[in-house]
């Protein structure tokens, strides 16, 4: 999933009204941030593989760090904790540390079976959902409107910044998911690992949007 993630991020906004966008995205999108450093420094292992699957040409070999379940559960109370010794609100904290777990179940229904359940263990799952790329996508911009549309019920603009900008964002998150959709495949695994880089820019993007919206 790419946008997905980003809609639960969006959807978590009525049950974290204090919560910045920019956080929410950080947390629901957080073992894919940290996923292109692994790659990086050799630590994880992904191919270009056209035919892996009918909807992405991506083969994930090796993820155990980020992506198994035993680590994402670490990550989420990782994150949670941070979160909590900055902020002092537990739920909030609960909220964000369940964002990151959420990543892991949505790519649950999208991957093939290589999804560990924990480092160095031979057990991988994945319900393959990108093998049946209409219902792979459908799932996937649903959630996506789904969560802009509970955003958009909770907060309200205060200036032009929230309200184009936040249109600017969704038209960004949509423009580069239909690249990965339709688009060619990478030229090299070193572009995945820069165009993985580049998310943390939305994650600002969304900081500075949410500082320019209300809750209503």
Avoid at 54 to 62: A, D, G, I, Q, R
Avoid at 66 to 95: D, I, K, N, Q
Avoid at 109 to 114: A, E, G, K
Wanted: proline share 6%; charged share 10%.
């Amino acid at each position: 999933m790419f946008i997905g993630h980003f809609g639960a991020g969006l959807a978590a906004k009525p049950l974290a009204r204090r919560v910045s966008l920019g956080t929410l995205f950080l947390a629901s999108q957080f073992i894919d941030l940290i996923w292109p450093t692994l790659l990086l420094l050799g630590l994880e292992t992904v191919r270009i593989a056209p035919g892996d699957t009918k909807l992405t040409p991506l083969e994930f070999v090796h993820y155990p760090i980020s992506h198994s379940l035993l680590a994402v559960a670490g990550w989420s109370v990782l994150f949670g904790a941070v979160h909590f010794a900055v902020r002092r609100r537990a739920s909030e904290a609960l909220l964000c540390g369940a964002l990151v777990t959420s990543h892991w179940l949505l790519d649950l229904l999208t991957h093939r079976p290589d999804l560990p359940l924990s480092p160095g263990g031979a057990a991988r799952v994945g319900l393959g959902l990108w093998n049946y790329p209409a219902l792979a996508i459908g799932i996937e911009v649903l959630v996506f409107a789904c969560g802009l549309l509970l955003y958009l019920r909770t907060t309200t603009s205060s200036d032009k910044v929230g309200r184009f900008g936040l249109w600017a964002l969704v038209g960004f998150l949509a423009l580069v998911y239909a690249g990965n959709v339709l688009g060619p495949p990478p030229p090299a695994a070193r572009a995945i690992v820069w165009a993985g880089q580049a998310q943390w820019l939305l994650v600002a993007w969304a900081y500075w949007v949410d500082r320019h919206r209300e809750v209503s």
